[in-house]
Structures are given as C-alpha cells and as structure tokens.
C-alpha cells in the first residue's frame, strides 16, 4: 500500500483543516488507518484511527471532540477534520496503514506510511 497525504497548511488558532490521505491498491478498504503526528523535539504519536469496516473509531484524549476521521472506501481515502485548532496541535501528520486493530495506536504496529503534511497552527 502506497499513502499520499496532503492538506497541511498554516491556520489561526481556533481554525480549522481537513487532512486527506489517499492509498493505493485493491485492498484499502481492508486496513486499519490511522493518523499520527510528530512535533519538533518530540516523538511520533497516535491521534487516531479508523477501523477497515469504517466502524470503529478512536482518539487521543488530547484531540476528542475536535478532530475526526473518516474513511471513503470508494475513492481509497482517509480523512482527518480537524476543528478548534490550537498552537500545541502544530507537527508533521502522517497517516498509516495497516491490517488488523489491536495495538494500532502504537506507530510501531503500522508498516505503511504517508510522507506526511505539516500543520502549522498560529495564536
């Protein structure tokens, strides 16, 4: 599988951006997705993940309530609204996939990735 993320960009504390990532191959509606980010100085972190039956979901606590992610299997594509932005939310956003969904919050679970976007977010 082959991940291509876009969307990133600058925005005012309080603004909002929706992240995309877009596989490759016959089998994405098969994988567990997730996105994760990565600060300055900091290590990579989970931030949340989509089920391959789109069902289940789950977040960083840090992030419930303002971010969502959602997946269209028909065009090979997870998203990753992100509303009520703030400075701390500022990193590289990766996403990944992989198959199954137990321990799919570790980054270390996930053999496929995305470039990344960067979100930079201004107070």
């Known amino acids: 599988v082959q991940l291509q993320a876009s969307g990133g960009g600058l925005v005012q504390a309080g603004g909002s951006l929706r992240l995309s990532c877009t596989g490759s191959?016959?089998?994405?509606?098969?994988?567990?997705m997730g996105w994760f980010r990565q600060a300055p100085g900091k290590e990579r972190g989970f931030v949340a993940r989509?089920?391959?039956?789109?069902?289940?979901?789950s977040y960083a606590d840090s992030v419930k309530g303002r971010l969502t992610i959602s997946r269209d299997n028909a065009k090979n594509t997870v998203y990753l609204q992100m509303n009520s932005l703030k400075p701390e939310d500022t990193a590289v956003y990766y996403c990944?996939?992989?198959?199954?969904?137990?321990?799919?919050?570790?980054?270390?679970?996930?053999?496929?990735w995305g470039q990344g976007t960067l979100v930079t977010v201004s107070s």
């Open positions: 191959g016959r089998s994405f509606s098969l994988y567990t």
């Open positions: 989509r089920g391959w039956s789109g069902g289940s979901t």
């Open positions: 990944a996939a992989d198959l199954g969904w137990y321990e799919k919050i570790d980054p270390d679970k996930y053999d496929y």
